[in-house]
């Protein structure tokens, strides 16, 4: 009955489950892929086990987030169940199933999908000329499998606590809860951290550029720790600040879409410093992996043969766009999520005396805010380490590669701009559907 | 001295400015409710305030009291005119103070022959389709109603499930627009305004309460309430004077600070009173307000409601099923089948024999299927 109850709540829920199946499926497609160039790199003598490692950590951070999304959509509906005489361990083990069933199908698809897409990608290389498709495919599956595990573990034992933790009355509140924090001004211990961080980040930067080759390796191992802490910090600093500033009341807050636009960004502020974390440096990993993908394919780079350089090079490029689509598509999919969700809010908003014109402009005005917001950190570290590495470049790389990296930093800066301009028109269009003119006023209570 | 007459001019050079009426009230540091009251003739502006009015209209005195511009040829004439008609004004003075009380029993809400017809409709109701059904099973849902509701009354609309009272609300509304008849709401007939301009009108005229989901749950109840005010563009420093008066009327001071999920069902229903009220609507319009309060909440929110008529002059219309809430009402309109079948005044009655007379109507009514 109960693995009844639990298909049927997932059918129910489609749209809600619509996030993590997509994010799933996607996700494990490029872990799989990832496994590939993994096993392949592996029997050419590299190690390339990071890349897989790091996309189960950024799956690890996203589904974790999906997760407790889903459960705040569901949240009233586990109330009830409660209220019914359901016992908590029962509903615990019925939502978790329900989640790993939906994983494993998301697993078998976002396998096959993967393994398909390096098949017709790699392939053709003449890296592969040994066919060993049925030993690639059961390895990287296996490997993929072991990351689901992985990631399906850290995930439900999250999960579980969470839904330990919540009584029935805070069941029927959480979907509508805000995060709120006891002391306001806590937001200044993370500014500190990531003042800090930043400084041993372009700290290890300098070190990079200007000591002896003999210590780069120094600075060139650490800098990842100080940079990802940074990241975190910088967002959890920048949420904190506006939650605080907005329970100020300043005076300045009421003008204008001020108000409507800060409370939305900061009803759950510490989820979102933690997602825009996330995606900023899967941007950031994207904006490596594409510089260090075109620096690969350049002729009179002579680090390796040509058909090794092929094959590295487009396996960077391929890593640049699988980071830029999660992020984009990820990101579009959560604020479509959103607009679905908000129709309560532009319908009291209309009775307030917005016309239909300026709830859109408000929701187009969120999208643009929120697709952008995970890529100012990666701006400021941009700002700050291209110059310097640009130089210390042109230093090394033969004349005709000089300023290489400031033409690949404006190349993929222009990607970006492509991207987001045809997700954000994306987005707008697909949440007009919700807001058309009939729809705001028509749903109203009378 | 025609007062409509001089209210349109005001109103033409305010516009011919480009200024909206809170920028007015703002500038001449009164309220825009003063100024929406010029601009509909019910009043006339303090003495204090002609000269810096015609100052900021870039109009004469003569000009602002003839209601219109005066041509250099015809000054002499006009301003021997003007100055006739404050004198006679002047000498019966008092009769301003009359026209300012007669102007508060104006009608703030004019419905006249109005019908709603809703064309090829399947309601899967096939009785009710019968009973209302016109050629092309179409739906009479409102049919020629007619009503007025005064200045500072508190009127409430009572039906049974399918009476058109839900229909009604939402053509009062803007939502939705009438077949046939006029609606004025301030003497501005709503049938008229383009739907570009609804949303306009809604802010500056119209309040709403709902039976549920009134307050944004993103916003603290302070956040709400300023929220209304932001979106009618009032001045950001005049928000938490306004804010923190009125909720120490409405005794909701004390959870300004928290989150619509902290607060009570009526608290919250208190707070949606508070954001209609802030904006000084012409017209509060609730939905069942109290359909999903227990007693206690349901009375307070009622009295609330009855304060609101009298402390702010607020005209409320309220929809309801609940003849204890009905009581609270000055006047209650009985709708069946789309129509008004009949309308009860609260005269003198305490609250308890009007609650029985509400009753007795209700039965008769029921009674006439």
New interface residues.
């Given amino acids: 009955m109960y693995l009844k109850l639990s298909i049927r709540n997932a059918r129910r829920s489609f749209i809600d489950y619509l996030l993590y199946v997509a994010a799933m499926t996607v996700l494990l497609a490029i872990i799989e892929i990832s496994n590939c160039i993994a096993i392949i790199g592996e029997l050419a003598g590299f190690q390339v086990i990071f890349l897989p490692l790091l996309i189960a950590a950024i799956q690890i951070a996203l589904v974790g987030y999906i997760d407790f999304f889903l459960l705040k959509q569901r949240a009233k509906e586990f109330a009830s169940y409660l209220l019914l005489g359901m016992e908590k361990k029962r509903l615990t083990r019925l939502f978790l199933w329900e989640v790993l069933l939906i994983g494993f199908c998301c697993y078998i698809v976002g396998t096959t999908i993967g393994f398909s897409i390096y098949e017709l990608w790699y392939f053709r290389d003449s890296m592969h000329g040994i066919k060993h498709c049925g030993f690639l495919y059961g390895r990287s599956m296996f490997y993929t499998l072991l990351f689901f595990g992985l990631i399906e573990t850290v995930c439900s034992f999250r999960l579980k606590g969470r839904l330990n933790k919540l009584q029935i009355r805070e069941l029927m509140?959480e979907r509508?809860?805000?995060q709120g924090i006891k002391n306001i001004g806590s937001y200044k211990k993370w500014g500190v951290i990531f003042f800090l961080c930043f400084v041993c980040f372009i700290g290890c930067v300098c070190g990079i550029v200007f000591l002896p080759e003999v210590y780069i390796v120094y600075p060139v191992s650490v800098v990842a720790i100080p940079l990802l802490v940074s990241v975190f910090a910088f967002y959890k600093w920048v949420f904190g600040y506006l939650y605080a500033y907005r329970?100020m009341?300043p005076?300045?807050i009421?003008?204008?879409d001020r108000?409507?636009i800060a409370?939305?960004m900061t009803?759950n502020f510490k989820t979102a410093a933690t997602v825009n974390a996330v995606f900023c440096i899967c941007f950031l990993f994207s904006g490596c992996s594409f510089v260090t993908g075109m620096l690969i394919l350049q002729p009179e780079f002579q680090l390796f043969d040509t058909a090794m350089r092929q094959w590295m090079g487009t396996s960077q490029i391929s890593i640049c766009i699988v980071l830029l689509v999660i992020y984009f598509s990820i990101l579009s999919l959560q604020q479509i999520i959103e607009v679905r969700q908000s129709s309560?809010?532009n319908?009291?908003?209309?009775?307030?005396?917005?016309?239909?014109?300026?709830i859109e402009k408000l929701v187009n005005k969120q999208i643009a805010i929120k697709l952008l917001s995970p890529i100012i950190m990666a701006l400021l570290v941009i700002l700050f380490c291209i110059p310097l590495l640009n130089g210390k470049m042109n230093l090394i790389l033969p004349v005709s590669l000089n300023n290489i990296l400031l033409e690949l930093a404006g190349e993929f800066g222009a990607c970006i701009v492509v991207f987001y301009i045809c997700y954000f028109g994306i987005i707008c269009v697909m949440s007009k559907r919700y807001m058309n003119?009939s729809a705001i006023?028509?749903g109203?209570?009378? | 001295m025609n007062q409509i007459k001089i209210g349109a001019f005001i109103s033409e050079r305010r516009k011919a400015k480009g200024w909206t009426q809170s920028q007015l009230a703002e500038k001449l540091e009164i309220t825009d409710k003063a100024v929406s009251k010029w601009e509909t003739g019910r009043s006339m502006p303090d003495l204090s305030l002609f000269l810096p009015l015609c100052t900021l209209l870039e109009v004469t005195l003569n000009e602002l009291f003839a209601g219109e511009y005066i041509a250099e040829e015809k000054l002499k004439e006009k301003a021997d005119e003007v100055l006739m008609d404050v004198i006679t004004n002047w000498l019966g003075h008092d009769k301003w103070e009359l026209k300012e009380s007669d102007t508060a029993l104006q009608n703030v809400l004019e419905v006249e022959n109005v019908s709603k017809l809703y064309e090829n409709v399947s309601t899967g109701h096939e009785n009710i389709l019968e009973q209302h059904k016109t050629e092309n099973n179409s739906v009479l849902a409102i049919n020629d109603v007619s009503f007025q509701i005064p200045h500072g009354s508190f009127v409430g609309i009572m039906g049974a499930s399918g009476s058109g009272k839900?229909t009604l609300?939402?053509l009062i509304?803007t939502?939705d627009k009438p077949t046939n008849g006029i609606i004025r709401i301030s003497g501005q007939n709503i049938v008229d305004i383009p739907?570009?301009a609804?949303?306009?009108?809604?802010?500056?005229h119209?309040g709403?309460v709902?039976?549920?989901?009134?307050?944004?749950?993103?916003?603290t109840v302070?956040?709400n309430i300023?929220?209304?005010?932001?979106?009618?563009e009032v001045s950001?420093?005049n928000?938490?004077p306004m804010i923190q008066s009125l909720s120490e009327k409405l005794d909701i001071s004390a959870i300004l600070?928290k989150?619509?999920?902290e607060i009570s069902g009526g608290q919250r229903q208190r707070c949606a009173c508070a954001?209609a009220i802030v904006v000084n609507p012409d017209i509060i319009l609730a939905?069942e307000p109290t359909g999903a309060l227990d007693s206690h909440a349901a009375r307070q929110l009622l009295d609330t409601f009855a304060m609101l008529c009298r402390e702010f002059s607020a005209t409320i219309l309220m929809v309801t099923h609940d003849v204890m809430a009905a009581s609270y009402c000055d006047r209650i309109l009985f709708m069946k089948d789309g129509e008004i079948k009949a309308a009860l005044n609260r005269e003198q009655e305490n609250k308890q024999t009007f609650f029985a007379e509400i009753l007795k109507k209700v039965e008769w009514i029921e009674g006439e299927r």
């Fill in positions: 509140h509508n809860s805000n329970r009341n005076v300045r009421y003008q204008k108000l409507y409370a939305n009803s309560k809010s319908q009291i908003m209309c009775c307030m005396g917005k016309s239909n014109k300026q003119t006023c028509a109203l209570p009378f | 839900t609300l939402n509304a939502i739907d570009e609804t949303a306009e009108f809604r802010r500056r119209l709403f709902f039976q549920e989901y009134n307050l944004l749950e993103t916003l302070y956040e300023a929220l209304a005010l932001t979106i009618k950001k420093e928000i938490r600070d989150f619509p999920y954001r939905d």
